[in-house]
């Protein structure tokens, strides 16, 4: 941690204080609702983050869903259970979808959670893994938040005021070039979409500065928000992969379209995100035209 920063959340602990220091970075004009809107999307994430600290090491009870390496864990469902109990103490009218429970129903109010983004790694003690979770009202994208447990890092963003990390504000970076360009993407967990992905990524690979694969697409999608990255894409998200994070990379400045940088929908097959200098081009590039509709 460097010189001045103060950590969001400490070992173990979730704290009011930490909430509030985070919400504070807003400066501009936040109306009141809103704002109790993003100390709930903190609090639910830090109380999720504080059980995936806590559980590492532990018995994970790991099982399988659409594939033998697509995992899910306790933790996953632990989490998610935490987050939608932060939810409906608060907001007991909103609606709450999650990658592990799910929801039929519909509403005004609508929270997108992915409790544990990044749970293979989780499993195997690769530290690179989120919380994230969005609320959207009225099919608009109106608060995200994704924590990062391990680099103890909140990135967070509300419609109109920007976005941030532990506070600060958030700002793309200004590479205009695919060749000076730092990529990341994801692969699917199931073969066939796999594969059409390695089509994309073996033809994009060469013409760029390079292309990393962490394995959480919300965070990925956060560090172009943060200038760490020039872009990203990926094939076959899920809403609660990405609600929170196309939030963030827009408030931050950058760019979120579908395969041929027309407007990207939730569900959509494919996410394209840049800090919207090179995306025209990156869009290009990528050519996902030819894959679209195999996803």
């Known amino acids: 941690m460097g010189p001045g920063r103060q950590r969001v959340l400490g070992p173990g602990q979730v704290t009011d204080g930490g909430t509030r220091a985070a919400v504070a970075g807003y400066r501009l004009a936040m109306d009141e609702t809103t704002g109790g809107y993003l100390k709930t999307a903190i609090t639910a994430a830090l109380e999720a983050a504080r059980i995936q600290l806590n559980e590492r090491g532990t018995d994970l009870g790991v099982s399988t869903k659409s594939s033998d390496v697509d995992l899910v864990t306790r933790v996953d469902e632990l989490c998610e259970e935490k987050i939608r109990a932060v939810i409906a103490a608060r907001h007991p009218d909103h609606v709450v ?31 690179f893994y989120c919380v994230s979770i969005a609320l959207e009202s009225d099919g608009e994208l109106l608060v995200g938040v994704v924590y990062d447990p391990e680099r103890d890092e909140l990135f967070s963003a509300v419609k109109g005021e920007g976005a941030w990390l532990n506070g600060r504000p958030l700002t793309v970076t200004t590479t205009t070039e695919p060749r000076q360009a730092l990529l990341a993407t994801g692969f699917a967990y199931v073969e066939d979409r796999m594969a059409l992905n390695v089509e994309v990524f073996a033809r994009t690979l060469p013409k760029v500065r390079s292309v990393r694969r962490p394995g959480a697409a919300a965070l990925d999608i956060c560090y172009v928000a943060s200038g760490r990255l020039d872009g990203f894409w990926e094939l076959g998200l ?38 919207g200098h090179l995306h025209a081009k990156l869009v290009d590039l990528l050519d996902l035209g030819t894959v679209v509709a195999r996803v």
Not at 238 to 247: E, K, M, Q
Not at 253 to 266: I, S
């Open 97 to 127: 979808v999650g990658e592990e429970l799910g929801s039929d129903a519909t509403g005004r109010m609508r929270w997108i959670v992915d409790p544990l983004d990044g749970t293979v790694n989780y499993a195997h003690g690769f530290p």
């Open 238 to 275: 899920n809403p609660w992969d990405v609600a929170a994070g196309v939030l963030i990379v827009a408030e931050a400045g950058g760019a979120v379209t579908g395969y041929d940088g027309g407007p990207y929908r939730l569900g959509d097959p494919v996410l394209v995100a840049s800090n």
